[in-house]
């Protein structure tokens, strides 16, 4: 199973940008995919998660600004950012649970795509 981020990059404060996630390989079904971040100096931290249903879960930190949005059928997973700001910044990885038919129920991880946002 891989995880793939796209969509990183320098962005000023105030600005916006769009994350996507692909995911493959032997997968049967994704429970949840999710988007986490980890600052420089920091622990990772939840972002924004979605389930296969649709339900959302944001960081308070984030409400209001990005908004996660998938596509179970073609295991994709989006975050829309905007409004950045300069604590933003960081390296967002992409998560999903799923059911491989090789393995049964894992929680998978990408490498992760960088976000920079200028003041």
């Known amino acids: 199973v891989q995880l793939v981020e796209s969509g990183g990059g320098l962005v000023q404060a105030g600005g916006s940008l769009r994350l996507s996630c692909a995911a493959s390989g032997s997968i049967f079904s994704i429970y949840s995919m999710g988007w986490y971040r980890q600052a420089p100096g920091k622990q990772r931290e939840l972002v924004a998660t979605i389930t296969s249903g649709g339900s959302t879960n944001y960081a308070e930190s984030v409400k209001g600004r990005f908004i996660i949005s998938g596509d179970n059928a073609k295991k994709l997973v989006y975050l829309q950012m905007t409004s950045l700001k300069p604590e933003d910044t960081g390296v967002y990885s992409c998560?999903?649970?799923?059911?491989?038919?090789?393995?049964?129920?894992?929680?998978?991880w990408g490498h992760g795509t960088q976000v920079t946002v200028s003041s």
């Open positions: 998560n999903a649970d799923i059911w491989s038919t090789g393995t049964g129920r894992r929680i998978s």
